[in-house]
């Protein structure tokens, strides 16, 4: 079934708006000033036409869709989409064989989003297949999990699973990782006989933890067959969907679409369908303006004209009664014409509803209360707004606005006194619930709370802050946001905020947001007394200084820090001591950074999370030192101190990305397996930048550049939002060394003109990638400047050893025997104890080149095959080959460098083969076929001179998205550039697969 499209191509809209448009659209209008009942009764027939048919626009007649299977959706059609419709089908149909495909409409409110994603939703039930569907809000994004929970009870099949979403009894750190577990497992149950959909809607409301979730969870489902159908407002200010895209990205295909304001023929369709004539040009042009194109205001703008008496139908068409300066309608009021017919009662329960935003049955009571009325005439009044369609059931149990901008207009009508004071009513009502012992949801109370609690009032700020501590390790962006209001409302010198900010601080570093914890952090250390929750924060506080690169400010806090701590208790815990010794060394001060780390180790720790810190840092310390034997020692005792999956998780992504930095690969392989198998068990926010730069790293050194490249840009995004500038530096200097040798120096041009890095590690392999890049640029002068300057008079510097040898190749290359001899001289005093195998590797191959000695470079090539560095091996294998006949190593050396599309080296590798009489192996071109379909549109695209961006908009796609097809097509037709690919094409046609 799978093979199957899912959705027939649409090709014809037709003349009836869609029930459903902007989510109230014309049916609620329509329904309720139609006057015929065709089905007999006395209330509205919500008649739909059959099933199968479509309204041709251009005669009115009822036609099959092209395969006689129903078009997108069975209702009836709405106007000016049908180019996004289209996209909609065509990206839905390539769901059995992509795996999951993303679908994000976007636009301003009222524009159709939701009937967009309506249509879609109905068409695909239609089909058999299983929908998932939730709508966010501003209540619900006050709820953890709540737009996931929402999707999975919509559908009877997962409808239990949503119920383990609401963590019970004591929180912890593995929870998060357990519901992603089975909300993967959940969908891919669904989809496993069937395909599925998930229809977001506003999503840009969706809660911080649904989003991360998603995230986790969409990756691991990318091979089913699933859609996801996402709205969200232009210019929305949630990060986390771009968060969520921008990884999404990596892995499956996002098709975005932004709704454009419809044209005047359109709108004018639109006021006819409202008013049941043809309207003149006058009227038609007055709609379109005050709605500036959009459906729902359209809808509004004519129905109020029409029930204001502004509007007369003469000789069959509808015109404008008075002249338009007259008329004084806004889009806003228009809005709050559709409530204007009703009674006083029923509109202040209107205005009680819009306060909760979605209402159960059981809180009618509490509505009447806020609404000031008995329960009697509440129980009627939300009646008629549910036959008004003003209300409508919600598919999460509950009821909620028929259109978000009813509920906002409402919302907005109500003074600011008034609101406080209703939310004020709401949280009373909850207090008194939990003061009695009943359930109380504290999430909902904190939020209304927020809302309404004076300055001062700290009970008010006692609930959030328990809700924040509830939260933080199964939903720590709420958890954050909680303590944020609360700290709003506590007064400047109270002393909960020292602990509030401490929280704070701890959240936003669990949810992997170093830039935005410092600053709650170090207020919170000014609040703190001296004691150990100070010390706590203080070593999150210096963690999260030092993955945002402000190394000098974290040095001197942590110096203030251990003088308080000694002054007040005598002594200072090992771990503060162990992030002073690490910044030490990240600061210069090596001998300094040696004597504090052997301090620290004589020192006792105090708790499991303490021995995690305290040994992850000295094995940092170890490496930067080149003391590698020692790395790896204490990243197994970080390791053996850890007695939770999340201490576990700790040591394991620090190990990771520590030994696969110091070209540890086979250390670091396993550390970074068994990080990510936990961490699928788990899940987690924590950690994320250590374990992609591992990731990236090992790619690197291992040889499988299109993956460390494809890994690289997805992680490089996410750092980049999270502003871990020092993870970030090293993917950029690890992306210019490989973009270098792939010969791709125009993106190496841009990322050799950024500012360099001010770590001294990351500075230190920046320089050696910098340097490659100006010798591939021809200026060797410059290239040897940059590595010299990059090297310590003591070469205890980072990277010195790799540094120093790609001086001595440089100067080889150009003839400067002597001082390739003198440099050489310096690089074996400076690695007589070190013994990384890169390292190794590395001093073995000059040194060979220098004394020509084939013994010395058969000796590099065993140490990199043996420490699992693939390139460094091909360049020994290059180096022994041009010394000595060795036909083999040279044979394997240009099969790696064609793999790894190192394509210069590769050159001269076969040049060199030719040299010995050897035959040069082919390099094989991709065969017809060989790219998908989507890639051959690109590709054909690119072959015709378009740029990505221009690309990106005529296939609905985002330039990201371009990007990850360039670099697949790249690798597939080895090509390494778009002037190469357009000459392979011109030669090699492709054809769809």
């Known amino acids: 079934m799978h093979a199957r499209p899912l959705l027939a191509p649409v090709r014809e809209v037709g003349l009836e708006l869609c029930a459903d448009l902007g989510e109230v659209a014309v049916a609620g209008a329509l329904d309720r000033h139609r006057p015929s009942r065709c089905c007999g009764g006395g209330t509205p027939c919500h008649h739909r036409e059959p099933r199968h048919v479509s309204r041709d626009s251009s005669v009115g007649r009822v036609t099959k869709s092209h395969d006689g299977r129903p078009p997108l959706s069975s209702a009836p059609a709405f106007f000016g989409r049908e180019s996004e419709l289209a996209a909609v089908a065509a990206a839905v149909d390539r769901v059995p064989a992509a795996g999951v495909v993303a679908v994000v409409v976007s636009g301003e409110p009222g ?93 840009d409301r969706a809660d911080d933890d649904s989003l991360a979730m998603l995230a986790v969870v969409l990756r691991r489902v990318t091979a089913a067959p699933l859609v996801l159908l996402a709205a969200t407002r232009s210019h929305h200010v949630n990060g986390g969907v771009d968060e969520l895209l921008d990884r999404l990205e990596r892995h499956a295909e996002v098709v975005r679409l932004e709704l454009a304001p419809l044209g005047g023929g359109e709108v004018a369709r639109i006021a006819e369908s409202v008013l049941g004539a043809p309207v003149d040009e006058g009227l038609a042009h007055e709609v379109c303006r005050r709605a500036d194109g959009n459906p729902f205001f359209a809808v509004e703008i004519a129905r109020s004209l029409r029930e204001l008496d502004l509007v007369a139908v003469d000789g069959g068409r509808a015109r404008l009664t008075v002249s338009p300066t007259a008329i004084r309608l806004t889009r806003r009021e228009a809005v709050l014409r559709r409530v204007a017919p009703l009674d006083r009662g029923t509109r202040a329960v209107a205005r009680a509803v819009s306060v909760f935003r979605r209402v159960r049955l059981d809180r009618i009571g509490l509505l009447a209360r806020v609404a000031s009325l008995p329960e009697d005439d509440v129980v009627a009044a939300f009646d008629e707004l549910l036959r008004a369609h003003i209300v409508v059931r919600d598919a999460d149990r509950g009821y909620r606005f028929s259109h978000a901008l009813v509920g906002e207009a409402l919302y907005q009508e109500i003074g600011p006194a008034q609101r406080r004071h209703l939310h004020s ?35 008010a700020v006692r609930v959030m802050a328990r809700a924040a501590d509830a939260n933080r390790a199964t939903a720590p962006e709420t958890a954050a946001a909680l303590c944020a209001r609360a700290l709003e409302l506590l007064p400047v010198a109270a002393p909960e905020r020292g602990a509030l900010l401490a929280s704070q601080c701890r959240a936003l570093a669990h949810a992997s947001r170093p830039a935005a914890a410092a600053a709650p952090g170090l207020a919170a250390l000014d609040a703190l007394p001296p004691g150990p929750e100070r010390s706590r924060c203080a070593v999150v506080v210096l963690s999260c200084l030092f993955l945002v690169g402000r190394l000098a400010e974290a040095l001197r806090l942590a110096d203030a820090e251990l003088a308080d701590a000694e002054s007040a208790a005598g002594a200072a ?26 301090r620290t180790e004589a020192m006792p720790v105090t708790s499991a999370a303490e021995g995690v810190v305290v040994f992850d840092r000295l094995a940092v310390i170890t490496s930067m030192l080149f003391r590698h034997d020692k790395t790896v020692e204490y990243a197994n005792r970080a390791l053996g101190a850890a007695d939770q999956p999340a201490l576990e998780l700790q040591a394991l992504a620090v190990g990771a990305s520590t030994g696969a930095l110091a070209g540890l690969v086979h250390d670091a392989s396993w550390r970074l397996r068994r990080a990510e198998e936990l961490r699928e068990r788990t899940g987690g926010h924590a950690f994320r930048g250590e374990l992609e730069m591992a990731g990236v790293a090992l790619d690197w050194f291992g040889g499988e550049w299109d993956a460390c490249l494809e890994r690289l840009g997805r992680a490089a995004a996410e750092l980049e939002a999270r502003q871990e500038l020092m993870m970030l530096h090293g993917l950029r200097a690890i992306e210019l060394e490989v973009r270098t040798w792939r010969g791709e120096l125009d993106v190496a041009a841009r990322l050799a003109g950024l500012p360099p890095p001010t770590s001294p590690n990351m500075a230190g392999l920046h320089a050696l990638a910098m340097a490659d890049y100006l010798a591939a640029r021809g200026d060797a002068t410059a290239a040897r400047a940059t590595l010299s300057a990059a090297v310590a008079p003591d070469g205890a510097s980072a ?112 040049a060199r083969l030719r040299e010995l009489g050897a035959k040069v192996p082919r390099t094989r071109t991709a065969p017809r076929g060989l790219l998908t379909q989507a890639e051959s549109n690109v590709a054909r695209l690119v072959q015709q001179g378009m740029r990505n961006r221009d690309i990106a908009a005529a296939l609905h796609y985002s330039p990201r998205t371009i990007e990850v097809y360039l670099s697949r097509i790249y690798a597939k037709l080895n090509v390494t550039s778009r002037l190469e690919l357009a000459r392979t094409l011109d030669t090699t046609p492709t054809r769809e697969s």
């Open 799 to 910: 990277y010195s050893c790799v540094l120093l040898a790609r001086l001595v190749e440089l100067s080889l290359a150009h003839d400067l025997v002597d001082e390739a001899r003198a440099t050489l001289a310096t690089l074996r005093s400076v690695a007589a104890d070190r013994v990384s195998p890169w390292t190794r590797t590395a001093v073995r191959r000059v040194a060979g080149l220098v004394h020509r000695d084939p013994d010395l470079l058969r000796d590099a090539v065993r140490e990199a095959e043996t420490g699992g560095l693939v390139f460094e091996r091909a360049r020994a294998q290059l180096a022994l080959g041009r010394l000595a006949p060795a036909v083999p190593a040279l044979l394997e050396a240009h099969a790696t460098f064609s793999r790894l599309g190192a394509h210069g080296l590769r050159r001269q590798a076969g």
């Open 111 to 203: 524009i159709g989003k939701s009937s967009l994603l309506a249509r879609a939703r109905d068409g695909l039930r239609d089909r058999g297949c299983a929908v998932l569907a939730a709508e966010s809000d501003d209540v619900s994004r006050r709820i953890p999990y709540a737009a996931v929970a929402t999707a999975l009870r919509s559908c009877a099949a997962t409808a239990a699973d949503a119920e383990a979403l609401a963590p019970t009894g004591e929180p912890d750190a593995g929870w998060f990782g357990r519901a992603c577990e089975l909300v993967a497992r959940a969908l891919a149950a669904l989809t496993a006989d069937r395909p599925a959909a998930l229809v977001l809607d506003d999503l």
């Open 425 to 459: 009513l709401i949280s009373a009502r909850l207090l008194e619930d939990l003061d009695r012992g009943l359930s109380t949801d504290e999430l909902e109370l904190a939020w209304h709370l927020a809302e309404s609690a004076p300055p001062g009032d700290l009970r």
């Open 573 to 598: 815990p090992a771990a503060l001591h162990a992030q002073r010794a690490l910044l030490l060394v990240f600061t210069g001060r090596h001998a300094d950074a040696l004597a504090e780390a052997e």
